[in-house]
């Protein structure tokens, strides 16, 4: 039986394929095509919605991994589609290279973060799939199919950010940047002065993010700036990152989500008290040791992208439906942004955009909290993060995405028998 991470998906594969060689992933898609079998690439499993849920055949890509090819003149690098996030700056670090911008989660696989849409935060910044400059896919019908500088250029903004649907990605080729550092001010301040400022904000820092806990009347603000490498670094003390990012964002949130689920009535004094324990500190180190962090507290995500203009009246409502719920909510609001892409299935196509997360503790029902939020991201043109749970559908979906029908036609072409199409997709594309 394979679950997911967040344990919202279970299912047994009739087959598991773990290819070592590109040929090996041709001879499977067109061993599963000719049995009539689904097939489908899977890679942390960090995915919350159904997007890998597969009950044909179940391709791991952890063999296909590794660093494949380095241009120090373009600063692009080509990995195997199975490596994970975690191990590139390993890669990475001898050509004196570091990817643009990571969300704070690495388990996941390169392949997994581009297809789902992975980001960071950032109003300057597009999210991971917009790194990507080249691809290698094979195809429904076992065809290799190269995108990019190397291949079709035109194909590269669907491919890049694919669900999954078109093929399984087989190489990866990403534009880097120079590695650098990272100066991070963590803090917990008034949240209506954070709302008061937030355009500010976010437009004079290079990463901006905040986090609001429910109940509480702060907010738990991230500011990252860029800088070049080694310069004034000053990292956190390994007792100080035990203590912030092993026993009180880990441990301790665990044990009070603990106590929340088993006595709702003490939500709010226990997030009032970790809004206090928490943040309020200045370092600097490599980028990667900023942007990323260790979440060993089970959890389930909802998140949206919405304009950016429009991310103040959304979180607004968002907060009073909490308050008129009656609902005790454990986890925080997380806000964060990203710049505009041209990506065909991008929650940034063509627009700056904000970013609502919510979630809930691992054993809470979130459906009725996340359709409430669902239904107030609607209103604000919301596209859902394909990674994470949600309840659209492709009728509703494909208003908000100008290059919806065109990803149709282009799935259509590369799988015409829908050999790479599970229930999620199916609803999600139609």
Same mark, same amino acid.
């Given at each position: 039986?394979?679950?997911?991470?967040?344990?919202?998906?279970?299912?047994?594969?009739?087959?598991?394929?773990?290819?070592?060689?590109?040929?090996?992933?041709?001879?499977?898609?067109?061993?599963?095509?000719?049995?009539?079998?689904?097939?489908?690439?899977?890679?942390?499993?960090?995915?919350?919605?159904?997007?890998?849920?597969?009950?044909?055949?179940?391709?791991?890509?952890?063999?296909?991994?590794?660093?494949? &090819?380095?241009?120090?003149?373009?600063?692009?690098?080509?990995?195997?589609?199975?490596?994970?996030?975690?191990?590139?700056?390993?890669?990475?670090?001898?050509?004196?290279?570091?990817?643009?911008?990571?969300?704070?989660?690495?388990?996941?696989?390169?392949?997994?973060?581009?297809?789902?849409?992975?980001?960071?935060?950032?109003?300057?910044?597009?999210?991971?799939?917009?790194?990507?400059?080249?691809?290698?896919?094979?195809?429904?019908?076992?065809?290799?199919?190269?995108?990019?500088?190397?291949?079709?250029?035109?194909?590269? #903004? &669907?491919?890049?950010?694919?669900?999954?649907?078109?093929?399984?990605?087989?190489?990866?080729?990403?534009?880097?940047?120079?590695?650098?550092?990272?100066?991070?001010?963590?803090? #917990?301040? #008034?949240?209506?002065?954070?709302?008061?400022?937030?355009?500010?904000?976010?437009?004079?820092?290079?990463?901006?993010?905040?986090?609001?806990?429910?109940?509480?009347?702060?907010?738990?603000?991230?500011?990252?700036?860029?800088? #070049?490498?080694?310069?004034?670094?000053?990292?956190? %003390?390994?007792?100080?990152?035990?203590?912030?990012?092993?026993?009180?964002?880990?441990?301790?949130?665990?044990?009070?989500?603990?106590?929340?689920?088993?006595?709702?009535?003490?939500?709010?004094?226990?997030?009032?008290?970790?809004?206090?324990?928490?943040?309020?500190?200045?370092?600097?180190?490599? %980028?990667?040791?900023?942007?990323?962090?260790?979440?060993?507290?089970?959890?389930?995500?909802?998140?949206?992208?919405?304009?950016?203009?429009?991310?103040?009246?959304?979180?607004?409502?968002?907060?009073? &439906?909490?308050?008129?719920?009656?609902?005790?909510?454990?986890?925080?609001?997380?806000?964060?942004?990203?710049?505009?892409?041209?990506?065909?299935?991008?929650?940034? $196509?063509?627009?700056?955009?904000?970013?609502?997360?919510? $979630?809930?503790?691992?054993?809470?029902?979130?459906?009725?909290?996340?359709?409430?939020?669902?239904?107030?991201?609607?209103?604000?043109?919301?596209?859902? $993060?394909?990674?994470?749970? $949600?309840?659209?559908?492709?009728?509703?979906?494909?208003?908000?995405?100008?290059?919806?029908?065109?990803?149709?036609?282009?799935?259509?072409?590369?799988?015409?028998?829908?050999?790479?199409?599970?229930?999620?997709?199916?609803?999600?594309?139609?």
């Amino acid at each position: 039986m394979w679950r997911n991470w967040g344990r919202t998906v279970a299912v047994r594969p009739a087959r598991v394929e773990r290819p070592g060689t590109v040929d090996e992933v041709v001879a499977l898609v067109r061993r599963a095509a000719a049995e009539g079998m689904a097939v489908k690439a899977v890679g942390a499993g960090h995915s919350f919605s159904a997007i890998a849920e597969a009950d044909g055949v179940q391709v791991s890509l952890d063999a296909l991994s590794g660093l494949l &090819a380095v241009d120090r003149g373009t600063r692009e690098v080509t990995l195997g589609a199975g490596t994970r996030l975690r191990d590139v700056p390993a890669l990475l670090a001898p050509y004196g290279l570091a990817m643009e911008n990571l969300g704070d989660i690495d388990a996941q696989s390169v392949a997994g973060a581009i297809s789902t849409g992975t980001h960071g935060t950032g109003a300057g910044f597009r999210g991971i799939a917009a790194q990507v400059v080249g691809a290698v896919l094979v195809t429904g019908t076992g065809e290799i199919l190269r995108v990019g500088r190397d291949g079709d250029p035109a194909l590269l #903004p &669907a491919v890049a950010l694919g669900l999954g649907a078109l093929g399984i990605l087989v190489e990866v080729t990403i534009r880097c940047v120079d590695a650098f550092d990272l100066s991070a001010v963590e803090r #917990p301040e #008034p949240l209506d002065a954070v709302l008061g400022s937030l355009s500010e904000r976010v437009a004079a820092s290079d990463h901006f993010e905040f986090f609001w806990f429910p109940h509480t009347d702060r907010a738990l603000t991230k500011d990252n700036a860029r800088v #070049p490498l080694g310069e004034g670094r000053s990292p956190l %003390s390994p007792a100080r990152r035990w203590l912030d990012d092993d026993l009180l964002a880990n441990d301790m949130l665990r044990a009070a989500c603990v106590v929340g689920r088993t006595i709702p009535a003490t939500v709010p004094w226990i997030n009032r008290s970790i809004v206090r324990l928490s943040g309020d500190r200045a370092y600097s180190d490599l %980028s990667t040791h900023v942007f990323t962090t260790q979440r060993r507290v089970r959890f389930t995500e909802m998140e949206y992208a919405i304009p950016a203009d429009l991310v103040l009246d959304a979180f607004a409502a968002v907060r009073r &439906a909490i308050s008129r719920s009656g609902w005790r909510i454990s986890f925080p609001v997380e806000v964060r942004f990203a710049a505009a892409d041209d990506l065909w299935l991008s929650t940034a $196509h063509g627009r700056a955009t904000a970013y609502i997360a919510v $979630h809930r503790f691992g054993g809470e029902d979130p459906e009725p909290y996340f359709r409430t939020v669902e239904s107030i991201m609607l209103a604000y043109g919301g596209r859902p $993060h394909w990674g994470k749970m $949600h309840w659209r559908e492709a009728g509703d979906l494909a208003p908000v995405y100008p290059r919806f029908e065109d990803f149709g036609r282009l799935r259509a072409q590369l799988d015409p028998d829908g050999l790479f199409l599970n229930p999620y997709l199916r609803r999600v594309l139609g």
